[in-house]
């Protein structure tokens, strides 16, 4: 049997996001020479959902991919290098299924938007393929790189896999919440960019009033995807998950340094991107040019800054330090996969669903069945923090009742700081009320299902059973429920209100749902609370018609 080195590992495991991130751009550079803007508005309404949906679902897998790498180490090598021992070698016949796969996306891909009609035409049916030829890609090739070790290899890696989705998830959602304030980058960046390409000899047309520059013929709006902003909280976000996985190896404070230099870095590194860009759009084509100012690009371009900064940071004695080798912690592969694996597949299918706009909705009842059927799957695992949902103690206590008054107060706040919403934003979307009773009546019995059972049981899970304890230690699974530190604690709640439109609520319902774990030492009561104020919230939705806090 051939025994891989780290280097073979390293080698064959990164093949597969690398190719993928050379399909993607290869594909996108293709798009943006032969197609604009108008190309995808002129679409069906369902199709433009889904394309602006996988647009930002693509630029979350970017992030998430770089993260992967930031958090590769010894120990995942070692893994990974025991799950593909005995793995036959990549054969062109598998490869060529993956890049069959690839092409008729591509084909399908190309078509949709050079004929609007025929999406038109076909409808759902072709909706339906373009996605199902879309997912083969990825797992096509997959199977083809690691053949029959697939299985071993994503269980080995499944707590740097989970990790990687939180960072990458939490970098889409930085970059969503900080998006609004990219005008206090735009002035500084067109000005930067404009000292660039004179110092370089060019002449410029700067228009501060949009902001915009022109070189040439050439001319660019410095709008939120050549801010920079976007990047910068990508950066941030993986800085923060870099140095917190590998806080032991670096010397503190002066690695928090790295923050400020990064965001300098990121700054000119666009400014000198727009530059190029600029140049490239006067001197050789205007469509390949303004393909690249697009925010998916941009997020390829300041991944590789990120992991250039890392890499560079590690090799500053001064921010660095030498330790000895650490025993190998407990594999808790399976816990960690039990406790994230739900709450990832809810996101995953919340955002194919947010595609189809308030069609997606109507789907709702096959999320509650897919993460249903994941949190039977790994029940076992799972029994000792959900195993007791149900079984009040006899005595009513102040601490057994503890919870539901906690659940009670989220509530309240909730309503209290969720942003007002216009009347016809907080009325019923008219893809609901166009249903027949009965299945209206089925449709909220699976919402309220979903919220008041499902979402409490996978957020809490993911949130406070894993990510809290993870913030205290790397071996989470022997930290007990009860033990909690403000790190810990608003690092969880801080992560968990990002995902909520109303995330001041979102932080403070966090904070509250880890003091519940500290009362009585049980996950279960910080479920109860959750699940206590979805109820009420669902109670609210539906009897004074406030369906914007669905």
Not at 53 to 81: E, H, K, T
Request: include cysteine; hydrophobic fraction near 60%; proline fraction near 5%.
């Amino acid at each position: 049997m051939t025994v891989a080195t780290h280097g073979q590992t390293t080698v064959r495991v990164a093949t597969v996001p690398a190719v993928l991130i050379a399909e993607y751009l290869c594909l996108f550079l293709v798009l943006a020479w032969r197609h604009d803007i108008d190309a995808v508005e002129a679409l069906p309404s369902s199709w433009q959902g889904l394309l602006w949906a996988g647009s930002g679902f693509a630029g979350a897998m970017i992030a998430a991919l770089g993260a992967f790498a930031v958090l590769w180490d010894g120990s995942i090598a070692d893994r990974m290098r025991a799950a593909l021992a005995g793995t036959r070698p990549v054969t062109g016949g598998s490869l060529s299924v993956h890049f069959a796969s690839y092409a008729a996306f591509a084909g399908l891909t190309i078509l949709i938007l050079a004929r609007p009609d025929v999406a038109a035409d076909l409808g759902w049916p072709l909706l339906v393929l373009w996605l199902g030829v879309a997912v083969s890609v990825p797992t096509s090739l997959v199977i083809a790189v690691l053949g029959a070790s697939t299985k071993a290899v994503l269980r080995a890696a499944g707590p740097h896999v989970a990790l990687a989705a939180v960072l990458g998830t939490a970098t889409g959602v930085a970059a969503v919440q900080i998006l609004p304030y990219w005008r206090a980058l735009s002035d500084p960046t067109l000005r930067l960019v404009t000292a660039m390409l004179e110092a370089a000899g060019f002449t410029v047309l700067v228009e501060p009033a949009l902001p915009g520059i022109q070189l040439g013929d050439f001319g660019a709006h410095i709008g939120a995807t050549c801010s920079g902003i976007e990047g910068m909280a990508m950066i941030t976000v993986l800085l923060a998950g870099y140095l917190y996985r590998f806080r032991e190896e670096h010397r503190f404070p002066q690695a928090l340094l790295v923050f400020p230099a990064a965001i300098a870095i990121s700054f000119v590194a666009n400014a000198a991107r727009i530059a190029i860009l600029l140049w490239v759009g006067d001197r050789i084509d205007p469509q390949l040019a303004k393909g690249a100012f697009h925010s998916m690009a941009g997020w390829v371009f300041f991944c590789g800054i990120s992991l250039g900064i890392i890499a560079t940071l590690r090799r500053l004695p001064w921010m660095t330090r030498h330790l000895p080798v650490a025993p190998s912690l407990r594999d808790d592969s399976l816990e960690v996969t039990a406790y994230l694996l739900p709450f990832l597949v809810w996101l995953a299918l919340s955002l194919v669903s947010a595609a189809f706009g308030h069609l997606g909705e109507l789907a709702y009842g096959l999320r509650v069945a897919a993460v249903g059927a994941v949190l039977v799957l790994y029940r076992a695992p799972l029994a000792d923090a959900i195993g007791r949902l149900g079984r009040v103690p006899a005595p009513i206590t102040l601490a057994a009742a503890a919870p539901w008054l906690c659940g009670t107060a989220v509530f309240l706040f909730w309503l209290a700081l969720a942003p007002v919403a216009e009347p016809a934003e907080a009325a019923a979307p008219a893809t609901l009320t166009a249903l027949p009773p009965v299945l209206l009546a089925l449709w909220i019995a699976l919402r309220v299902i979903g919220s008041v059972i499902i979402v409490p049981i996978i957020e809490e899970l993911a949130f406070r059973g894993y990510l809290q304890r993870r913030l205290i230690s790397a071996d989470w699974l022997a930290v007990a429920q009860d033990r909690l530190t403000p790190f810990a604690v608003l690092g969880s709640a801080t992560a968990f209100g990002m995902l909520h439109g109303a995330w001041l609520a979102g932080i403070l319902s966090g904070i509250l749902f880890s003091l519940m774990t500290r009362l009585r030492g049980r996950l279960i009561d910080a479920i109860i609370a959750h699940a206590v104020a979805n109820a009420l919230i669902a109670i609210w939705v539906i009897g004074f018609g406030r369906w914007d806090l669905w």
